[in-house]
C-alpha cells in the first residue's frame, strides 16, 4: 500500500507538476508509517518481554562443572544431560543412554517413541540411527547424556524449516480476518473501476480521474487494522500478564476469548496437586510396610522424571521414620511408557546375593496385574485365578469409590540373566499389594467452574485415573459424571460414535495422549472452539491438537513449547480472568472492523454517486489520504475502550454474513448523509462550478472526516452513548483531538496549505444538523441489527 501511494506521488508530480501535493501524499506516508510502526514496534516489544518469562532450560557440562542454562545457549561441543520430558536442544549423540525412548513424530510423523542407544545399528534413513537425537524432538522416558553437535539453522530440523514448522495453523481468529480482508478486496476491485469510468466520461481530465480513483482504493483499505489489532492484542497481554497469565502467540488471545469447551486434565487443575500417600495395602486389602518398602524401592532407584507419586512414596517413608535406600543397588530400569502405564526398576541386595535381580514393578492395577501370575495372599504367593484376580479388583474399586487413586505393586525375584531387561522381562509376577494416594479437590475449583460455565465455558475432563477417582472428584465439584468414557471403549468407537458421545460426556479417563488428542479433534468437529489445559509429557499432543494450547510454567518443556498461553499459577479462576481478556480483546477489535469496514463501504457508494453527477472530483486525492489518516489516528484509543459486561458471557466469533448485513446497512447509512451533504453544499452553498469545487470538496472533507469519528461514540455501543454507555478516557481523547483538528483544518488558514478552502463558519449548524440526524438514523438501525443477529459486537 505504501509502495501504491508512493507511485501515486510520483505520477502527481510528473503529470501535474504539483511539488506540494506531493509533499502532502508524502508526509501523509511518513505519519502514517511511523505511527504504524512506533505502534507495533512497541506492542512486539511488551509481547517479547512476557515470552522471555518463560523460559525453557537444560543442564550441561562445561570443564567438568554441571549448570543450568537457557536452551539457545547451548553451542555446538556442549555435554547435556536429558530426562523425561525435556526438549533436545539441537541434533546430538548419545554417550550413555538408560532406557532412552524419544518422541520423533515432528520429523517423522510416526506417534510411537523410538529407542535410542549408544551404537548405530544399520539404517535405512537418517531420523532412523539409533545413537543419534534430533533438535525438535523430545525425551518421552528414560535418561541420557549426549554431545551436541549442531545447533539452530545447521540442524537436521532447521533445513527443513521451509517444509516442516511446529507452528499452530492458523488461529480462528486469522481466517476470520482472512475472510474479511478478502471481502474488502473484492469490494474494492469491484468498485473502483467503476469509479474510474465514471470520472473518465464525466470529467475531462483523465489524469485527475485515474489519481483520484487510485486513491479511492487506498482510502478503502481499513490500512490500520494491522496497528489496531497488534496493539490491542499486546494490550490484552500485558493486561492478561498481570493476572498471571503469559500469552505466547499473541492471536491466542482471540481465539482464548471464543473458546467454548474446556479440556483438562484431573490433577492439579481440579485437585490440589499435593498428593499424599495414605493407604499401602497388602493383597488382603490390610496395612503392609512391606508394600510401601517394595514402592519406595521404585520411586526411589528410577532415573527418569521423579513426578508427584515418587515424591509422596518417598516422604510416606521418611515420615514413617525408615530407610532402605543403603540396602539395595540400582541395576537396570524399564520405563514408563503410556502404553505399558507402568515402570520397573531392577535392584540387587549387596548384603545378600543369593536374592538375585530382584524386579520392582508399580503401574495403573489393570495393567500391572495383567503381568502378575501370582498373588500374596496370607504372606504366601498363589496363582492368580479368577476368584483372586476379582478379589483384587474389589479392593481397588473399594478405595478408588473413596476417592483415592490406587496403583499395584508386584514383584519378581531372582530374575534370570545378566543383561538389560525389557517390557518382555515384566511376566509371571507376583502381586504385592497396592499403594493410594489422596489428592483432594481445590477449594476454589468449584467456584472457578461455576464461573467458567457462568461464561458459556463447559469442562470436559480427560484423564488417565481410573473411573472410581475421576467421578469421586468430578462429583464433588459438581461436574456432570451421569457417563464415563474409558480409553478402552474409546478404542471401540467409531469417529460418527465419538462425535456423537462428546456432546453428552463430559468425563473420560484412563486416557493415553492419543486418545485425548482424539476427544479433542472430535469436540472441535463439532464446531467448538476447544482449549486444553495440561502440564506432563502425555499433555504435548492435545496440546498441539486445541485451538488453543494451555499450560503452566512448572510444565515439562515440551508441553510449555507447544502451549499458547502459559498460565503462572495453576489455578482455574487465573484462567476465567485470561478468557475474560480475551473477550475485551475481541470486543475492541470487532467495534474497529465494524467501524473501518462500514465507513469504507459507505464511502465507496458516496464516491460512485459524486462521481457520475458531479462536474468536478468530490475530492481531491490528496484530500482522501489526509482525511484517512485523520479518521485512523481517532481510533487509536479503540484498544482502551470500555466494554459493556454483557458482551462477555458467551464465547463470540466473527460472523462473515452479519458483517455483510453491517457494512450494507450501516454504509449505505452513511451514503444518505453523504448525499444529503451533497445537496446542502449544491443547493444551500451554491459550490455548482468548477471555481467553487474546492469549497464542496472543503465542505464534504469536513463533514465525512467529523461524522466518521463521531459516530465511533455511537458505534462502539448498543446503548445510548454518553448516557447509559460511556467510551474510555483513551478514545474519548483520540476522537476530541482529530476533531479539533479538522475544524482547524476547514475553518482557519491552515486549509490552503492542504489544497483547500476556508468554510464559512455557518456551515459549521449544517454540519451539526447532518451529524444530529446520522445519529438518529443509527441509533434506529441499532436495535434492528440486534434482534436479527442476536448480538450488537
Not at 542454562?69 to 525435556?86: N, R, Y
Not at 472428584?473 to 456423537?500: P, Q
Amino acid at each position: 500500500m505504501v509502495l501504491v501511494i508512493t507511485f501515486l506521488t510520483d505520477v502527481v508530480f510528473a503529470g501535474k507538476k504539483d511539488f506540494s501535493a506531493s509533499i502532502l501524499i508524502l508526509s501523509t506516508i511518513t505519519i502514517s508509517t511511523i505511527v504504524g510502526y512506533t505502534q507495533e514496534a512497541k506492542s512486539n516489544n511488551a509481547a517479547a518481554k512476557l515470552r522471555k518469562m518463560i523460559e525453557n532450560k537444560v543442564d550441561v557440562i562445561r570443564n567438568g562443572i554441571s549448570e543450568s542454562i537457557l536452551i539457545e545457549d547451548v553451542v555446538p561441543g556442549d555435554i547435556v544431560k536429558l530426562s523425561s520430558g525435556d526438549m533436545l536442544p539441537g541434533d546430538v549423540r548419545f554417550i550413555e543412554v538408560r532406557d532412552l525412548f524419544v518422541d520423533q513424530a515432528t520429523l517423522t510423523g510416526e506417534s510411537e517413541p523410538v529407542e535410542k542407544l549408544t551404537t548405530n545399528k544399520d539404517q535405512t534413513y537418517l531420523t532412523d540411527l539409533s545413537n543419534i537425537g534430533f533438535m525438535g524432538t523430545n525425551i518421552t522416558s528414560g535418561s541420557a547424556t549426549a554431545l551436541v553437535l549442531t545447533t539452530g539453522s545447521r540442524t537436521y530440523f532447521g533445513s527443513m524449516a521451509k517444509s516442516l514448522s511446529t507452528d499452530n495453523e492458523k488461529s480462528d481468529f486469522e481466517n476470520d480476518i482472512d475472510q474479511i480482508s478478502k471481502l474488502l478486496i473484492r469490494f474494492m476491485l469491484v468498485m473502483v473501476p467503476i469509479i474510474l469510468v465514471a470520472n473518465i466520461f464525466t470529467k475531462s481530465n483523465v489524469l485527475d480521474a485515474i489519481l483520484f480513483s487510485v486513491t479511492v482504493s487506498i482510502g478503502l483499505i481499513p490500512e490500520m487494522l494491522p496497528v489496531i489489532m497488534t496493539t490491542t492484542l499486546a494490550k490484552g497481554a500485558v493486561e492478561m500478564s498481570r493476572k498471571k497469565t503469559i500469552v505466547k502467540r499473541l492471536s491466542s488471545i482471540q481465539t482464548f476469548g471464543q473458546m467454548d469447551v474446556l479440556c483438562t486434565d484431573k490433577t492439579g487443575t481440579l485437585t490440589q496437586d499435593e498428593i499424599v500417600l495414605e493407604k499401602y495395602l497388602n493383597a488382603d486389602g490390610d496395612e503392609d510396610m512391606s508394600v510401601l518398602k517394595q514402592a519406595f524401592v521404585n520411586s526411589y532407584f528410577q532415573t527418569g522424571l521423579r513426578n508427584a507419586i515418587d515424591i509422596a512414596v518417598i516422604g510416606r517413608v521418611d515420615k514413617e521414620g525408615l530407610s532402605y535406600k543403603n540396602e539395595y543397588k540400582a541395576v537396570d530400569e524399564i520405563p514408563y511408557d503410556f502404553a505399558r502405564r507402568r515402570m520397573s526398576v531392577v535392584v540387587e541386595k549387596p548384603d545378600e546375593p543369593s536374592l538375585g535381580r530382584i524386579l520392582v514393578t508399580k503401574g495403573a492395577v489393570e495393567e500391572t496385574m495383567s503381568c502378575c501370575t501370582y498373588s500374596m495372599r496370607g504372606g504366601k504367593s498363589v496363582p492368580m485365578t479368577d476368584d483372586e484376580r476379582k478379589h483384587a479388583v474389589s479392593i481397588y474399586d473399594e478405595y478408588s469409590d473413596m476417592g483415592l487413586r490406587l496403583l499395584a505393586v508386584a514383584e519378581k525375584w531372582n530374575v534370570p540373566g545378566s543383561g538389560e531387561l525389557n517390557a518382555e522381562d515384566e511376566s509371571e509376577m507376583t502381586l504385592i499389594g497396592f499403594i493410594g494416594f489422596l489428592d483432594p479437590p481445590k477449594e476454589s475449583a468449584k467456584g472457578a467452574l461455576e464461573a467458567l460455565a457462568s461464561h458459556g465455558i463447559r469442562t470436559v475432563v480427560l484423564t488417565g485415573d481410573a473411573p472410581g477417582v475421576a467421578r469421586y472428584v468430578c462429583g464433588k465439584l459438581g461436574l456432570d459424571t451421569h457417563r464415563i468414557i474409558t480409553g478402552a471403549e474409546l478404542e471401540g468407537m467409531s469417529d460418527d460414535d465419538l462425535l456423537v458421545a462428546t456432546e453428552d460426556c463430559s468425563l473420560f479417563s484412563k486416557l493415553n495422549p492419543y486418545q485425548k488428542k482424539r476427544v479433542v479433534a472430535m469436540i472441535q468437529k463439532n464446531g467448538h472452539t476447544v482449549g486444553y489445559m495440561g502440564d506432563g509429557i502425555n499433555d504435548a499432543p492435545p496440546l498441539k491438537q486445541a485451538n488453543v494450547g494451555i499450560s503452566v510454567d512448572s510444565a515439562v518443556d515440551i508441553a510449555k513449547e507447544v502451549a499458547d498461553i502459559i498460565l503462572l499459577d495453576k489455578d482455574l479462576n487465573v484462567l476465567d480472568s485470561g478468557v475474560i481478556g480475551g473477550r475485551k480483546t475481541y470486543a475492541n477489535l470487532s467495534k474497529y472492523i465494524k467501524m473501518a469496514t462500514s465507513g469504507n463501504f459507505g464511502n465507496m457508494f458516496s464516491v460512485v454517486l459524486a462521481s457520475i453527477f458531479l462536474p468536478f472530483l468530490p475530492l481531491m486525492p490528496e484530500h482522501i489520504l489526509v482525511q484517512n489518516l485523520l479518521n485512523d489516528f481517532a481510533q487509536l484509543g479503540m484498544p482502551w475502550d470500555n466494554v459493556d459486561a454483557k458482551y462477555l458471557t458467551k464465547p463470540k466469533k466473527i460472523n462473515v454474513k452479519s458483517l455483510r448485513t453491517y457494512m450494507f446497512w450501516f454504509g449505505l447509512a452513511s451514503t444518505v448523509e453523504d448525499v444529503l451533504c451533497f445537496l446542502i453544499l449544491w443547493f444551500v452553498f451554491h459550490y455548482t462550478t468548477q471555481d467553487k469545487a474546492t469549497y464542496f470538496q472543503t465542505g464534504w472533507f469536513l463533514f465525512g472526516t467529523l461524522s466518521q469519528t463521531f459516530i465511533i461514540h455511537i458505534i462502539r455501543t448498543e446503548k445510548i452513548p454518553f448516557i447509559q454507555d460511556r467510551a474510555s478516557k483513551a478514545l474519548c481523547i483520540s476522537t476530541a483531538v482529530i476533531m479539533l483538528i479538522t475544524v482547524l483544518i476547514g475553518f482557519t488558514g491552515i486549509a490552503d496549505y492542504l489544497t483547500m478552502a476556508t468554510m464559512p463558519l455557518y456551515y459549521g449548524i449544517w454540519l451539526a444538523a447532518l451529524i444530529a440526524v446520522y445519529t438518529v438514523i443509527v441509533q434506529i438501525l441499532k436495535p434492528l441489527y440486534v434482534k436479527k443477529y442476536g448480538s450488537w459486537i
